[in-house]
């Protein structure tokens, strides 16, 4: 789209008047940016408007008051009984300070009631304001006070949350501890039930020994009655002696065994512990023949 200044008079003047000496800028002519121009050309002019007629009107008012305040002023130098011709210009500056005191006072007049009662409530409104700056002086005290104790209070609760941390990690290693102790105690239990095991299998082995050395003190009381019986009972005599040494390298080795700690060494794979292993003697495999 064409970049140009606008055409309307009314938005070309108030342009003109706006950017001064400056050149108006280049912008897009269309519909809307005429419309929106030209109602801030005229909101613009009416506000120009107003502003002058209050300009004119607080001129205005302004005249009336110098006329009001000279009438005054001369109406006061004849009340006393003087002339503005012949004062002095220090007693000029001397009244007009004395104006300027009572409006500044806020008094009724210019006498010294008025001025006094009118210092009295100024006296009293600055000590009013001093009091308050005093119950803001101490309420600032105690608001620092309780910064301070919070602050206090922050760095004790920052301390005993460290120590709060060392003590749980102290009883987190405590309990890892105790259960490192645990796992042993129960591996040292299930070898201690173990080993009870084994004690009760080695006293039935024990009481086994023993009535097989009954049996063998029985057949060794006993008188052979041929050659062929003999030969027989000192095969059989042989075989239970044998039988009787096994039983015993058992005990002796469960006794090894339950005094080292084992579970399960000392015992031969495939033989289950208990198990007592027998010698076997090629010509007492065979079957012998039994003469009558």
């Known amino acids: 789209m064409p970049f140009q200044i606008n055409q309307n008079p009314k938005v070309s003047k108030w342009l003109s008047?706006?950017?001064?000496?400056?050149?108006?800028?280049?912008?897009?002519?269309?519909?809307?940016t005429t419309d929106i121009l030209y109602e801030l050309a005229e909101c613009s002019e009416s506000r120009c408007e107003d502003i002058s007629l209050l300009i004119e009107d607080l001129k205005q008012k302004s005249t009336e008051?110098?006329?009001?305040?000279?009438?005054?002023?001369?109406?006061?130098?004849?009340?006393?009984?003087?002339?503005?011709?012949?004062?002095?210009?220090?007693?000029?500056?001397?009244?007009?300070?004395?104006?300027?005191?009572?409006v500044a006072l806020s008094a009724?007049?210019?006498?010294?009631?008025?001025?006094?009662?009118?210092?009295?409530?100024?006296?009293?409104?600055?000590?009013?304001?001093?009091?308050?700056?005093?119950?803001?002086?101490?309420?600032?005290?105690?608001l620092k006070k309780q910064m301070t104790a919070a602050l206090?209070?922050?760095?004790?609760?920052?301390?005993?949350?460290?120590?709060?941390?060392?003590?749980?990690?102290?009883?987190?290693?405590?309990?890892?501890?105790?259960?490192?102790?645990?796992d042993f105690l129960k591996a040292k239990s299930t070898d201690l039930i173990h080993r009870i095991r084994s004690c009760e299998k080695l006293t039935t082995l024990k009481q086994e020994n023993t009535s097989l050395k009954k049996k063998l003190d029985s057949y060794m009381d006993l008188t052979p009655i041929d050659p062929h019986h003999h030969y027989h009972h000192q095969r059989t005599h042989i075989l239970l002696s044998r039988l009787v040494g096994c039983s015993v390298n058992v005990v002796d080795s469960s006794s090894r065994i339950i005094n080292n700690g084992a579970t399960s060494s000392g015992v031969p794979r495939g033989q289950k512990a208990g198990q007592v292993s027998v010698p076997v003697d090629e010509d007492l495999a065979a079957p012998t023949p039994c003469l009558v």
């Open 17 to 32: 008047s706006l950017f001064g000496n400056k050149p108006v800028p280049v912008y897009e002519v269309n519909t809307r």
């Open 65 to 102: 008051y110098n006329v009001e305040g000279s009438y005054n002023h001369e109406l006061l130098l004849e009340a006393v009984g003087l002339s503005s011709n012949i004062l002095s210009k220090t007693a000029l500056s001397c009244l007009n300070a004395l104006e300027g005191t009572t």
């Open 152 to 182: 206090v209070l922050h760095r004790s609760l920052q301390e005993d949350l460290g120590k709060t941390e060392d003590a749980q990690a102290v009883e987190m290693a405590k309990a890892e501890n105790r259960l490192q102790n645990m």
């Open 108 to 142: 009724k007049d210019t006498s010294l009631c008025s001025l006094m009662a009118a210092m009295d409530d100024l006296t009293n409104e600055v000590c009013a304001t001093e009091r308050k700056n005093q119950e803001l002086d101490q309420q600032l005290t105690l």
